[in-house]
């Protein structure tokens, strides 16, 4: 109502205008070449508000200008009865460039509301494909497409619609005979139907793109997980069946020994097999110790019981716990660092562990702990071939084993390392050059040391 008001001043102000100006030029031009004037008064009006108020500014056009100029002045009577056909060539000429300049008007209209259109579907499917939540964005969304329509707000229900919102109307969004969504517009403000036809069906379509992508996304990790479980599952499997079974077996081996009595032992015999027992006894010890270890991490139940340590004492017990004192070198800086002594010290022997299996049985195995202000670094040095630059990541999965491994061990000290590491705010990675042995690392965060603690 307001706009038609507006219009309405807007046309009798043109009009004015157009009949004063024709009174300033009628002393110079005759005055039937100056009725064409009107034309300037039609065509913004036209542009503006469309044919129907153009038509009847083009009425009021003529009838002012036989009013003003045509003599008789001030009626609507002509002396001249070929007047009459003057101004029918110019209401007709008015007409005319009124619906030429409403149609213009019209598809310019049309042409920008296709462009919003466009651009709203291009930013969408650029925003939803590149990975966006579509939970997380459909609000966004309702606001966006309600700028397209021009109805002052919108809401989209994705799936089939439950409660729809108060005093709203209901537009289907579907797809193929597939329901995606519903669009909730206000009351009263339903957007034009050739946009609705047009629009939605093509909205509906990129919902139910980025639906199924969503959907794909999370099978797709789901399908990830199952198959790491069962990579999981199997290589456990296979531990149980090898790395258990052998010792149970050696194990029973001597016990059945031990218990013959056909068979006549020395002492000495009898304390291999004895040794034999307590060795595999220990390394079955330790498998399922790094078994629950490994379980324990992966379920996030090994919160760390943080204290301060000095990290070279931690790396000089991680030695003495192996019984390795001779075969390796603890050098470097005593940085002092916040984290769980036992975890640490556990994440320290399995690195020196690692390397000692694989360096020379003469050679020397360095543990070298350097400090920068935000963080301590504990280097463990091998003299081993070193590890291929496309296993330097994959060690540290859960029962892998390096190239040319033949030891005995399952494949869990670096996995657990890294998990122990990473509760402590700490990271654990390898570094190897080809044949110049390896280099596993680890980076905790340091403490300022306390001022009693420097005096």
Excluded: C
């Excluded at 790094?290 to 090994?302: C, H, Q």
């Amino acid at each position: 109502m307001k706009r038609l008001a507006v219009g309405v001043l807007a046309s009798t102000v043109a009009v004015a205008v157009v009949t004063a100006a024709i009174e300033l030029f009628k002393p110079y031009v005759p005055v039937l070449s100056l009725g064409v004037l009107y034309v300037f008064a039609i065509l913004p009006i036209a542009v503006v508000y469309g044919l129907g108020l153009a038509l009847i500014v083009s009425i009021a056009s003529m009838l002012a200008f036989n009013w003003f100029h045509l003599p008789p002045v001030h009626t609507f009577t002509l002396a001249d009865s070929s007047n009459w056909f003057a101004l029918a060539v110019y209401l007709a000429t008015a007409v005319v460039v009124s619906e030429l300049a409403a149609r213009a008007r019209r598809r310019a209209a049309a042409a920008e509301q296709r462009e919003r259109e466009s651009a709203l579907l291009a930013e969408l499917a650029t925003d939803l494909l590149s990975g966006r939540d579509l939970e997380e964005e459909i609000g966004e969304i309702g606001s966006r497409t309600a700028g397209v329509l021009g109805t002052g707000s919108a809401e989209i229900e994705l799936g089939e619609a439950h409660r729809p919102p108060a005093r709203s109307s209901p537009f289907p969004l579907a797809v193929d005979g597939r329901t995606v969504g519903t669009l909730y517009t206000p009351e009263g403000s339903d957007p034009n139907v050739t946009v609705q036809h047009r629009f939605l069906p093509a909205l509906a379509a990129l919902l139910a793109v980025a639906v199924d992508h969503s959907r794909l996304e999370r099978e797709a990790l789901e399908a990830e997980d199952l198959r790491r479980s069962d990579l999981v599952k199997t290589a456990l499997l296979r531990a149980v069946s090898h790395d258990l079974r052998s010792p149970l077996t050696g194990i029973r081996t001597a016990v059945g020994a031990l218990r013959n009595r056909t068979l006549h032992l020395s002492d000495t015999d009898r304390n291999e097999l004895l040794e034999t027992i307590e060795l595999d006894a220990d390394r079955l010890s330790r498998l399922v110790g790094d078994l629950l270890d490994l379980s324990r991490l992966e379920a996030g139940g090994a919160a760390p019981e943080s204290e301060l340590w000095s990290l070279d004492d931690l790396a000089r017990e991680a030695v003495e716990s192996l019984g390795a004192r001779a075969r390796v070198d603890v050098v470097g800086e005593a940085p002092l660092v916040n984290v769980d002594g036992v975890q640490v010290q556990r994440v320290l022997a399995n690195l020196i562990e690692n390397a000692l299996r694989f360096s020379p049985a003469d050679a020397h195995v360095v543990v070298r702990i350097t400090a920068t202000r935000k963080e301590a670094i504990v280097r463990v040095v091998d003299q081993g071939p070193g590890v291929p630059a496309s296993e330097l990541e994959r060690v540290f999965e859960p029962f892998y084993r390096r190239t040319g491994d033949a030891s005995s061990g399952a494949g869990l000290g670096l996995a657990i390392a890294r998990g122990f590491a990473a509760a402590n705010d700490g990271r654990v990675w390898a570094e190897s050059r080809p044949k110049q042995g390896a280099t596993f690392a680890l980076a905790l965060p340091v403490v300022e040391v306390p001022a009693e603690l420097q005096a």
